[in-house]
C-alpha cells in the first residue's frame, strides 16, 4: 500500500505563493496518476491538478496558470507549486494516488494523504 504524506501548508497574503509537497512509500510516483485534491471549509472535496504516468497533466479552471503539478523522481515526491494565491484557495489540501500495490494502478484515486492546510488571506 502507497503511503502519502503531505507537507508545505501554511498562511500567506493574497498574491503569495507556496509549495506542496507528498512524499511517497512504497511505489514510484511515476508509476500511477497522482494528483491534488482540496476541500474549502463547508465544501466538497474537488480535484485541483493531477499527472498521469507519462507525465500528462490537468488542472481545474480556477487554478490554470497559477499552480504548478510536477514530480521529483529522486526524491519520490508529487510537488505543487501555487503562485498568485487569492483567498478562495483556501481549504485543506490532500494527495492522492491511484497506486495499487507496487506494480499495479488502479481506476480510480485510491490512496490518500492526511492533508496540509493553506489559508490566504485578503
Known amino acids: 500500500q502507497v503511503q502519502l504524506v503531505e507537507s508545505g501548508g501554511g498562511s500567506v497574503q493574497s498574491g503569495g505563493s507556496l509549495r506542496l509537497s507528498c512524499a511517497a512509500s512504497?511505489?514510484?510516483?511515476?508509476?500511477?496518476?497522482m494528483g491534488w485534491f482540496r476541500q474549502p471549509p463547508g465544501k466538497e472535496r474537488e480535484e485541483v491538478a493531477r499527472?498521469?504516468?507519462?507525465?500528462?497533466?490537468t488542472y481545474a479552471d480556477s487554478v490554470k496558470g497559477r499552480f504548478t503539478i510536477s514530480r521529483d523522481k529522486a526524491k519520490n515526491t508529487l510537488d505543487l507549486q501555487m503562485n498568485s494565491l487569492k483567498p478562495e484557495d483556501t481549504a485543506m489540501y490532500y494527495c492522492?494516488?491511484?497506486?495499487?500495490?507496487?506494480?499495479?494502478?488502479?481506476?480510480?484515486?485510491?490512496?490518500w494523504g492526511q492533508g496540509t492546510q493553506v489559508t490566504v488571506s485578503s
Open positions: 492522492a494516488s491511484k497506486h495499487q500495490g507496487t506494480l499495479f494502478c488502479a481506476a480510480s484515486f485510491n490512496n
Open positions: 512504497g511505489s514510484s510516483v511515476n508509476w500511477c496518476t
Open positions: 499527472i498521469d504516468g507519462p507525465g500528462a497533466t
